[in-house]
């Protein structure tokens, strides 16, 4: 099956620090791919829609200021998280789509990347 | 707003037995639907999904049923092993004009098997 990848799995930043998450489409090619936040115990909530040669979508509430993301290419978006500060401590996931026809194509998900911010 | 929520935050079984987790949605115009299946510190993990066209679909020891008219989402897993236990999570597709389209993912279901 498909294969998405995501760098780091883990990291721990000071405040006030940026950090930079990528996510890789390892064996297709992904135009569009998704960014979620989780919280402990909690659903995931999409943060943004990063669409390769174009701007990202972000959903309401999302400041794009904070967390800027770049399409790269067709098997890499970026997320960076500027001036980070402990609430954003969570654990951020991306996802890309394969195919569809007439709905959403299968998303396959990365393992995660844990951020905490002291 | 949209939203797609679960009636139980947890689900205890024994081993070997049937579970049954349930999701219910508000957008009648979603027309797919998804179960993950996410294990501690990982992302989700595809399990089966549905188009509106159908009410049920099987898949290996799981099923997803879909009651369009109450807007009611379940999934089964047959002989439940402890390799099951996770978060569950119901995801919709609430624009149904084609292409890559985001999810709205349930609140979760913890689901704890025991032996």
């Known amino acids: 099956g498909a294969v998405v990848s995501q760098h780091p799995s883990r990291v721990i930043c000071k ?3 940026s950090v930079k998450i990528e996510c890789r489409s390892l064996d297709f090619q992904a135009t569009t791919m998704f960014w979620y936040r989780q919280f402990p115990k909690q659903s995931l909530m999409l943060m943004a829609t990063s669409n390769e040669g174009s ?3 972000y959903e309401q ?6 967390f800027l993301i770049n ?18 401590s969570s654990f951020y996931i ?17 393992p995660g990347t844990r951020l905490t911010v002291l | 707003g949209e939203s797609v929520g679960l009636h139980l935050p947890t689900l205890s079984v024994q081993e070997g037995d049937n579970s049954i987790i349930n999701c219910a949605y508000s957008n009648s115009a979603s027309d797919y639907f ?8 990982k992302g989700p993990q595809f399990i089966i999904d549905i188009r509106s066209n159908m009410d049920k679909r099987q898949g290996q020891r799981v099923t997803v049923l879909l009651n369009k008219t109450v807007k009611h ?3 089964q897993i047959a002989a439940t092993q402890p390799g099951d236990s996770a978060v569950y999570f119901c995801a919709e597709n609430p624009d149904p004009s084609g292409g890559y ?11 704890a098997v025991h032996p």
């Open chain 1, 15 to 17: 405040s006030g620090t």
């Open chain 1, 94 to 110: 991306c996802s890309a789509p394969i195919g569809g026809t007439g709905g959403a194509g299968e998303q396959f998900f990365g």
């Open chain 2, 34 to 41: 998804i179960w993950y299946k996410q294990e501690s510190g």
């Open chain 2, 101 to 111: 389209n985001k999810l709205i993912f349930g609140a979760g279901t913890r689901l």
């Open chain 1, 61 to 66: 509430g999302v400041e794009k200021d904070k």
């Open chain 1, 55 to 57: 701007k990202a979508t």
């Open chain 2, 73 to 75: 989402l379940s999934l």
């Open chain 1, 71 to 88: 399409h790269a290419s067709l098997t890499l978006s970026t997320l960076t998280v500027t001036s980070a500060h402990p609430e954003d």
